[in-house]
């Protein structure tokens, strides 16, 4: 169930969940006149800093949006070589991430990715599954509105299978019908290379969440930034609705 928690910027609380946008791959590598796998390839680089970084700064769970239901509409050849990357990074950064107890999970669809990044999430799925660290999500083959309706359909399923009185659904049943519900709403969304758009991400999840956005290209996107954004949120006042007494 989502969390119920809501640290005010003023007591100084880090965010419980962060979540981020990772944005600018392409536009990093057109502005070196690299092929835009090159700009894929140096985000790793930000992936990595950013997991390092997250619990020294009290972050709990970090979920990083790595490839959207969307865009399948890529070219063929870059997404083939986007999900051949996914696969060996994770494959060759899994044994420090164990070693510092981080647990990884997959958010998204898994019957479309290639069977070598599955086979990738599922091994390390299992390997971290009892660390108590960092949680880690990795949004693949994710869509907000996706999850939302995949668990509208399972509640229409459970009232025909007489197991659900639509009268009883409410926000927090229906919230546990989406994919990792033990997942608490991000407080913090990061999106790196300057849109201001949310590009179908937690649609649910981020209602109250904090947005940070940065021009930053995600490629350049090191530890200063994310302190920075942190700190940022840790400034603000938060009022899911109310004012200020």
Known sequence: MPSDARPSAADGVPPHHVAIIMDGNGRWAAERGLPRLAGHEAGVESVRAVIEAAPELGVKHL?????????????????????????????????????????????GRKDRLPAELRDEFTRAEALTAQNTGLTLNAAVDYGGRDEIVAAARAAAEAARAGTLDPADLDEARFAALLPLPDLPDPELLIRTGGEHRISNFLLWRVAYTELWVTPVLWPDFRRPHFTEAIADFQRRERRFGGVLA
């Open 63 to 107: 979920t990083l949006y790595s490839f959207s239901s969307e865009n399948w509409k890529r070219p063929p050849g870059e997404v083939e070589q986007l999900m051949t990357l996914m696969a060996e990074s994770l494959r060759h950064e899994l044994p420090e991430m164990h070693g510092n107890q981080v647990r990884f999970r997959h958010l």
